[in-house]
């Protein structure tokens, strides 16, 4: 079964940087994209952006241009999402996600989530 | 501040029927972009439960349905049900972002 485990809980100071990770297991790894998402508390989700993981290319929201990179490691079926300069503002819930079968760019639905990651950004 | 619109709550006694609203623009649901629905209970990651405007993923009851005119989609439930209490969010995308919306969120109350 499709399977994607993120990383742990982590605590950052502002300005600094934090990377989660997202291991994909139960399917072929290269062939559905994976995207990332984030829920700050109360509010609704937010995209941030997609890795194709069989290219390593990215497409990422215009809000999170030149503070985000998403990476991927084909080898142990991971991807990778830095995000730097940190502000209180990103403090929130951080989920991997793929999608459907058969459901391309731009009409993508998540079908599979990881369990989500706590980053909580704080002085 | 989304580009979808939700309100922020709806309720009702079970059995009866509830519908919760999703409103875009000529960027968005307007110019044809499909619409997705998820569930979220607290604490949990969020659930797909509604795909490409009206189609239910395998395990859905048929109790959900989703339908889309318009700039505006919605998402029915009928034979409200204890263990549909929980948050909804729509989907959709922007060509004016360039990427994958979602609703601010309706939390749904059983009475």
């Known amino acids: 079964q499709v399977q994607l485990v993120q990383s742990g809980a982590e605590v950052k100071k502002p300005g600094a940087s934090v990377t989660v990770s997202c291991k994909a297991s139960?399917?072929?790894?290269?062939?559905?994209?994976i995207h990332w998402v984030r829920q700050a508390p109360g509010q609704g989700p937010e995209w941030m952006g997609l890795?194709?993981?069989?290219?390593?290319?990215?497409s990422y929201a215009q809000k999170f241009q030149g503070r985000v990179t998403m990476t991927r490691d084909t080898s142990t079926s991971t991807v990778y999402m830095e995000l730097s300069s940190l502000r209180s503002e990103d403090t929130a819930v951080y989920y991997c996600?793929?999608?459907?079968?058969?459901?391309?760019?731009?009409?993508?639905?998540?079908?599979?989530w990881g369990q989500g990651t706590l980053i909580n950004v704080s002085s | 501040q989304s580009v979808l619109t939700q309100p922020p709550s709806v309720s009702g006694a079970p059995g009866q029927r509830v519908t919760i609203s999703c409103t875009g623009s000529?960027?968005?649901?307007?110019?044809?972009?499909?619409v997705h629905w998820y569930q979220q209970l607290p604490g949990t990651a969020p659930k797909l439960l509604m795909y490409?405007?009206?189609n239910r993923p395998s395990g859905v009851p048929d109790r959900f349905s989703g339908s889309k005119s318009g700039p505006s989609a919605s998402l029915a439930i009928t034979g409200l049900q204890a263990e549909d209490e929980a948050d909804y969010y729509c989907?959709?995308?922007?060509?004016?972002?360039?990427?994958?919306?979602f609703g601010p969120g309706t939390k749904v109350t059983v009475l």
């Open positions: 989907q959709s995308f922007d060509r004016g972002l360039y990427g994958y919306v």
């Open positions: 000529a960027s968005n649901i307007g110019a044809g972009y499909d």
């Open positions: 490409g405007n009206n």
């Open positions: 139960g399917y072929t790894f290269s062939s559905y994209y």
């Open positions: 890795i194709n993981p069989s290219v390593g290319s990215t």
């Open positions: 996600a793929r999608v459907g079968v058969g459901a391309p760019w731009p009409a993508e639905y998540f079908l599979f």
